[in-house]
């Protein structure tokens, strides 16, 4: 691995924190409160803001205000908001909405897919497919989300080969960008070495983002292994909000702060602000029902708190 070489390099982050991050926590968070928060993450920068999901809000409280929230952000001119639509009644919703790209979420792994919008992953493909046709006669970028790519909670070990073909699949359809998720936490960098040599030289490294979670907290060193291969685009959550939802109290998505720290020290430019997103998630930890698992933002917390005891 040449690290010297990502020196100047631009790296996409993409914020997942307003919709993974809170779609996963128990508190109910007011729309006032995500409003101030999702402007509070335009204000240090990010250029992708996956803000809300269009999902059915009996099954997803959490999410019911997504029309109201998308009315209410200040949008940063070249920033982008996003959102999640399982179907053709949440693109619906999203387009009204004014979203500037949509996302969809498939799996690699039949167990969760069906566990998760109880479909297998080839019927929810037929879904997606429409979403996608719709999408673009709106004129509508989509984001792809593969989950389970490095391991299913339900199914255990996930064939590379399967994760290469489905990401081809994606990208039939017409999606963007695949943003490669180990929805589990398991992936450490042997594999995603060993599917990166795969996947990159049927796709290229354009169109593959990659989504890890520092359950195992291998996220990190996954990253710098994705990086080595060419990746420039990484999801994070602020504060690494969300939690582990297989896995209660561990750690889930990788930090936006911890991913900063480590790319700021490489000098590989992302336009985003590491202070700015710590503020973001200094407003809404008061909102939930426990401390942000950020490694950063503790530290940052714990050097305030021994400041004030001096
Ligand atoms: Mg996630």
């Known amino acids: ?62 999410m019911a205000d997504a029309s109201r929230l998308f009315a209410r952000i200040q949008r940063r001119p070249g920033a982008r908001y996003t959102a999640l639509v399982p179907n053709l009644q949440g693109l619906e ?60 909670p339900y199914d255990g070990p996930v064939d590379p080969a399967r994760v290469v073909s489905l990401t081809e699949r994606l990208l039939e359809l017409g999606v963007r960008e695949v943003a490669v998720s180990d929805t589990i936490g398991v992936a450490h960098p042997g594999q995603v070495m060993a599917l990166l040599d795969r996947l990159l030289p049927r796709v290229g490294t354009a169109v593959v983002a990659l989504h890890f979670h520092d359950t195992r907290g291998t996220a990190l060193a996954n990253v710098l292994t994705a990086l080595d291969a060419g990746i420039t685009t990484f999801d994070a959550s602020a504060g690494g909000l969300g939690g582990c939802p297989y896995a209660p109290g561990a750690s889930g998505n ?17 336009g985003v602000s590491l202070d700015g997103v710590t503020a973001a998630s200094a407003f809404i930890e008061p909102r939930l029902d426990h401390a942000l698992p950020s490694r950063y933002v503790q530290a940052i917390r714990s050097r305030r708190g021994s400041a004030e005891a001096d």
């Open 254 to 270: 990788l930090a936006t702060e911890d991913l900063l720290y480590v790319l700021d020290g490489l000098n590989v430019k992302t």
């Open 1 to 62: 691995m040449n690290l010297a070489a990502l020196r100047g390099r631009t790296v996409t982050v993409v914020e997942v924190g307003p919709r993974d991050g809170l779609q996963n926590e128990r508190a109910l968070v007011s729309t006032d409160d995500k409003v101030a928060y999702v402007d509070r993450l335009s204000a240090a920068g990010l250029p992708v803001i996956e803000v809300s999901a269009f999902v059915n809000p009996k099954r997803v409280p959490q």
């Open 93 to 152: 919703r999203a387009i009204d909405a004014r979203v500037d790209e949509v996302s969809i979420f498939a799996a690699a792994s039949d167990g969760f897919s069906r566990a998760n919008i109880n479909a297998s992953v080839d019927e929810s493909l037929v879904t997606y497919a429409a979403v996608c046709a719709q999408a673009r006669a709106a004129g509508l970028p989509v984001r792809g989300y593969l989950s389970t790519a490095f391991g299913c």
